[in-house]
């Protein structure tokens, strides 16, 4: 079992739908991170947080440290949403980065 | 105020050369570290440096990678003797420095490895 997981793995929406994707983690960690990977492309931050919630334009981030999870919602999903969503942890006192692997969205116009 | 820079952004190698892949960190930043994307898989530490400073190196196989982040100029993560199975997507992030609060990573758009 991996220390931090993802689900769905994968995921196909509607253009419109309202998307999320969830990350839970056995590490014990003070924040997490969502990172944004377009197919052979860079890796973005979208955001780190470490308690409630966090947005940023139709993106929405929220974290329950306490239950170890953490999900990651697209308000009004565009095609230009498709893309890789990875979240990450670093252990609590740790710089090494533990990494979801992924989840991959495609969203249909 | 440029982003992590990475080259090459590809890299074709034959096994048994050698691939050099370098990392600019964003400017003002002292903290680089490598991580691996194999196929199909999640990114994976590799090493962690400050400048003139190996700080961890525990995630970088033993034998034919190294690391160095020289006081002038970029990181550099060397592979000598390529093998089929170092083909993979090699990261770099950058950071002003470590706070397990705020220790946000700033990646590259990421240095593709094909060994033929």
């Known amino acids: 079992k991996n220390e931090v997981e993802q689900s769905p793995q994968n995921l196909t929406a509607q253009e419109g739908e309202f998307i999320t994707i969830n990350c839970s983690y056995s590490?014990?960690?003070?924040?997490l991170h969502w990172l944004q990977q377009h197919p052979g492309g860079g890796i973005v931050s979208l955001f780190m947080?470490?308690?409630g919630k966090k947005k940023h334009g139709r993106l929405i981030a929220t974290i329950n440290i306490q239950e170890k999870h953490s999900s990651l919602h697209i308000t009004a999903s565009h095609p230009r949403d498709s893309a890789v969503y990875i979240c990450a942890a670093p252990p609590s006192g740790t710089y090494k980065y533990i990494f979801g692997t992924g989840t991959r969205l495609k969203v249909l116009a | 105020n440029a982003g992590v820079m990475q080259n090459p952004r590809h890299l074709v190698r034959r096994r048994g050369q050698e691939a050099r892949l370098r990392c600019s960190p964003m400017?003002?930043?002292?903290?680089v570290y490598w991580y691996r994307q194999l196929p199909e898989e999640g990114l994976k530490f590799m090493v962690y440096l400050q400048k003139e400073n190996i700080i961890d190196e525990s995630g970088m196989p033993k034998e034919r990678f190294s690391a160095e982040f020289p006081k002038e100029g970029p990181s550099i993560l060397r592979i000598q003797q390529v093998v089929r199975g170092d083909s993979a997507a090699y990261f770099c992030?950058?950071?002003?420095?470590?706070?397990?609060?705020?220790?946000?990573?700033?990646f590259g758009e990421g240095s593709r490895l094909t060994v033929l």
């Open positions: 947080l470490s308690s």
């Open positions: 400017k003002g930043h002292s903290h």
């Open positions: 992030a950058s950071s002003p420095y470590w706070d397990r609060n705020t220790g946000e990573l700033f």
């Open positions: 590490v014990g960690i003070s924040a």
